[in-house]
């Protein structure tokens, strides 16, 4: 379409720009677990899992009980939500963190990615793929199905083992056992990011699993446990952070190990603010939080929403960012 006669040549280019990059989305997908239980097979690479003694009583429906709570509290936070039944047979214990199998984009990339544990990887099902195009308007323009890898013994397991800056195109990975750099590579060619890739441990020297146990983008932060990282990486991955004009948020050890960096700014509408943003977490992490940190991050976000998953955490290694796989929709 043409500019009316006379309309300033400005206003003709504004209509031709693409649209600007999203960082957070405002829809979700989340799996309601039917055997959510301790995996001892992810558990051989996930420092985060703790068993205690023997098996939790009634694990499975005090999962199920707080991905509900957790559901609910998104909406009433006006962020769509798609939440899905896991199947079994077979049982899925992990089936609660569907972000480590798909990703779905804004230009309509659907994503699904090799998993490092077997048991794993019967979460991959199509059916819950329809249902997110069904309810959340999702268009798939193009799928990339990296699981080949799985047959050579390398993995990227989603948006566990990357961490997005969409604005900048930037994909950050802490290699590890589920992170290898060759997917890594590959991913960030067909989806057009720069992969920034490093290594990092817990206090106790042990490799991280998944990256986004210890760093989160929002639209104007960066959370990060520095600590974590190498020392031949750390001042590498700062400075790429920092030139996001994003205000970078420290976090330690003690409050990574309490899933602080495993939080997660999802875009909203507030009928005060317009458009807004909303920053989910666990309410263990929001208690872990020394006082000056979470009033830097919460100054960085328009809302702070936490929600207790103590059974998720515990069990599955994993807290709220984990249980959510943003649905970016067309823009």
Not at 41 to 67: D, M, S
Not at 101 to 108: E, L, N, Q, T, Y
Not at 203 to 221: D, E, K
Request: proline fraction near 5%.
């Amino acid at each position: 379409m043409t500019p009316e006669a006379g309309a300033p040549a400005a206003q003709a280019a504004h209509r031709e720009k693409p649209p600007a990059r999203q960082q957070c989305a405002d829809a979700v997908l989340m799996v309601r677990p039917s055997a959510f239980g301790y995996n001892l097979e992810t558990a051989a690479t996930n420092a985060f899992q703790l068993r205690e003694g023997p098996e939790v009583a009634g694990a499975a429906a005090a999962a199920r009980a707080e991905c509900e709570h957790l559901r609910r509290a998104l909406e009433s936070e006006g962020v769509s939500v798609c939440a899905v039944e896991d199947l079994s047979p077979p049982a899925k214990p992990d089936a609660v963190f569907p972000n480590n199998w798909v990703s779905f984009h804004a230009d309509g990339t659907l994503v699904v990615y090799p998993m490092q544990s077997a048991s794993r990887r019967p979460e991959r099902r199509r059916e819950i793929v329809e249902q997110v195009v069904r309810e959340l308007d999702f268009r798939i323009a193009r799928e990339l199905d990296l699981t080949h890898y799985e047959r050579d013994g390398v993995f990227l397991e989603g948006t566990g083992s990357l961490v997005l800056d969409h604005i900048e195109r930037v994909a950050y990975a802490c290699l590890s056992p589920r992170t290898h750099g060759e997917v890594v590579a590959h991913w960030s060619r067909e989806l057009g990011y720069e992969a920034i890739t490093f290594t990092g441990t817990d206090r106790r020297g042990v490799p991280l699993y998944h990256t986004n146990v210890m760093m989160s983008i929002g639209a104007r932060f960066a959370v990060i446990a520095s600590e974590a990282i190498a020392a031949a990486d750390r001042e590498r991955v700062l400075a790429r952070l920092q030139g996001s004009g994003r205000e970078i948020i420290e976090i330690s050890h003690a409050e990574m190990a309490h899933f602080a960096g495993n939080v997660l700014e999802l875009a909203t509408w507030d009928e005060a603010l317009g458009d807004a943003g909303v920053l989910v977490m666990s309410e263990n992490a929001r208690k872990s939080l020394r006082p000056e940190i979470y009033t830097q991050l919460s100054g960085c976000s328009d809302a702070v929403l936490a929600v207790p998953v103590p059974t998720i955490e515990q069990l599955g290694g994993g807290s709220v960012r984990c249980m959510l796989a943003e649905v970016f929709r067309h823009t």
